[in-house]
């Protein structure tokens, strides 16, 4: 899963405010960026969330929903919305099945020791459920602006 051309599992997950919701319920109007991401409230995770939230009026205007996901807590998702003052949906995947399911819960390795994680990962999903462009061991900095401007680009080409 996870791969370009690949429809969305239709899986559900409970948000920021302990609702539960399908991925595919919280498609835009042209479809939805759904980023992983591996933990509340780390540097790295804040950054991205925060570019996220920036642009989050422009993804909008084109049709397009932000959701963030990561095997963190209704409740750590609710203190980092709160503390970071986030507005777009995060989805706690405490049991790992949709970061399974998109194949971003890997082995990793981090000063030189070996683990199960998220790894850092985008993917620009069509209103069908279509996955349209996938990012893989994504660098924060700057991410956000980075999937936007694609986005305009597909859009020029006519893809999304």
Known sequence: ?????????????????????TLKSLLGSKGSIVYFY?????????LEANDFQ?????????????????????K?????????GLEFTLLSDQDGAICEAFGVWKEKT???????????????VDNTGTIIAVYSNVKTKEHAAT????????????TP
Do not use: W, Y
């Open 1 to 21: 899963m996870g791969s370009l051309g690949e429809l969305i599992p239709d899986l559900s997950a409970p948000n920021q405010h302990g609702q539960l919701h």
């Open 76 to 84: 750590s998702h609710a203190g980092f919305c709160s503390k970071h």
């Open 54 to 74: 920036t642009l989050s009026k422009e993804f909008q205007e084109r049709g397009f929903t932000v959701i963030g996901i990561s095997k963190d807590s209704v």
């Open 38 to 46: 591996p933990k509340d409230n780390t540097p790295g995770c804040t």
């Open 147 to 158: 999937v936007l401007a694609d986005l305009d680009r597909m859009s020029r080409a006519g």
């Open 110 to 124: 981090m000063c030189g020791k070996t683990s199960m994680g998220i790894v850092r990962s985008t993917f620009i």
